[in-house]
């Protein structure tokens, strides 16, 4: 037998469930073969073989690279002005009611070019690879028309290509009702009619969706016209998600389980009854701390419900130009720990495994194991703890994409 690459003089957090801490295999060895992994254990038991090439890591800990499971990467603009409003006092709801927002960068983004968005999305992935990601999800939603839509789905896609990391699309057509929407009801409902009718048809047939999103909020969209959406999606034979129960209790968590959706995202507001419901439908939590920072929330996610009930919880940057400007990973581990009280075992769990369930891609991504994608993060840290504890500390020495060594 001969591997393509052997690494050797290493700890694994393999971060398999179950077992000791994290998954750990100290001085352990990983061979791989045509991008996924071959055989991973301790040394001793390595099976006599070859490998083209072996990578001697002089005692550093590897984990799965991480997965940003919840995105909103392309977009044109900034909101930094939001950001001096809120510290002077405006709430989120105030800005958006007042024509800030999501607009806002609704009309950045339609301005701008493909390249100019593509370049800007660009240089806020280099702040995720550089903390260890392999892949990400990058939603649509600053478009909220044809065209614009179908731009950002493109650009996202073109990341997924050129970027050196693994990209899935989500289609989030109701982020936000565009001004031009905005006379009456009826214009908003032709709106709705255009965003499930027209749009995600015709970004679907083009092969630009892996999943459908939307914002489920009295400021943004109802219970009842996300199920049109979600009803749509399935229709199409794509798995669905949901912005759920961010700022209020609006059955977010509970259409989610209705619609079986791959995760509820947010869900500060979320009640027992709806925790119960994602935990027998098998949603998965995604827990969003960059957000529930910049916008000074007071009311965490039910975290002690979701392990009560058996709820998966992942964790994500949410990086977006309003409420969540956070273009780290190993961040996102921090907040999730200091302002939820994740232990750093459920949060690093939450940015591999869990997040890789998030996604539907648990079959092949997600934990260090035979069989699986040789996407690794190999870092400079004495035990896994240490991503969660460290903000800001350049910790990441090299990562693998399908086996292929990217040194940071």
């Not at 001793?44 to 070859?50: D, G, I, N, S």
Request: glycine share 10%.
């Amino acid at each position: 037998m001969t591997a393509d690459r052997l690494l050797v003089d290493c700890h694994v957090a393999t971060m398999v469930e179950g077992g000791v801490a994290y998954g750990g295999v100290e001085d352990a060895a990983i061979l791989i073969s045509g991008g996924r992994i071959e055989w991973v254990g301790p040394r001793v038991e390595l099976p006599t073989t070859e490998a083209r090439e072996t990578d001697r890591l002089d005692g550093r800990w590897v984990t799965p690279g991480l997965i940003d499971c919840h995105t909103h990467l392309v977009f044109g603009g900034d909101r930094s002005g939001e950001f001096e409003q809120r510290l002077n006092g405006a709430t989120y709801e105030e800005i958006a009611r007042a024509g800030g927002g999501i607009v806002s960068s609704v009309a950045a983004t339609r301005a701008a070019s493909e390249d100019d968005l593509y370049a800007s999305a660009l240089m806020r992935l280099k702040g995720l690879k550089t903390t260890g990601v392999t892949t990400v999800e990058i939603k649509s939603g600053y478009g909220l028309d044809l065209d614009s839509e179908l731009k950002m789905l493109r650009i996202a896609r073109r990341l997924g290509r050129e970027a050196g990391v693994r990209v899935r699309t989500s289609y989030l057509g109701l982020h936000a009702v565009p001004p031009e929407y905005r006379g009456s009801a009826a214009d908003r409902a032709a709106y709705v009619d255009l965003a499930i009718d027209h749009i995600l048809p015709a970004a679907h047939t083009e092969g630009l969706v892996d999943a459908v999103d939307a914002y489920c909020e009295p400021i943004a969209f109802s219970v009842e016209e996300v199920a049109r959406l979600f009803d749509k999606a399935k229709a199409l034979g794509l798995p669905v998600k949901l912005h759920a129960d961010q700022l209020s209790d609006g059955g977010g968590a509970a259409l989610a389980a209705r619609y079986q959706a791959l995760s509820a995202d947010h869900i500060e507001h979320t009640t027992e009854a709806g925790v119960r419901a994602m935990a027998e439908a098998g949603v998965v939590a995604v827990l969003l701390p960059g957000a529930y920072l910049m916008l000074r929330e007071t009311t965490p996610p039910p975290v002690g419900l979701l392990r009560e009930h058996g709820v998966a919880m992942a964790v994500a940057t949410d990086c977006n130009p309003g409420t969540s400007p956070v273009a780290s990973m190993t961040a996102a581990l921090n907040l999730a720990c200091v302002q939820f009280r994740l232990t750093p075992e459920e949060a690093l769990a939450g940015a591999t495994r869990q997040a890789a369930k998030a996604l539907g891609l648990s079959d092949t991504f997600g934990t260090v194991e035979a069989g699986k994608a040789a996407d690794l993060a190999v870092w400079d840290v004495q035990r896994p703890a240490e991503l969660c504890y460290w903000l800001g500390a350049p910790l990441l020495h090299a990562r693998y994409a399908a086996g292929q060594c990217n040194p940071k």
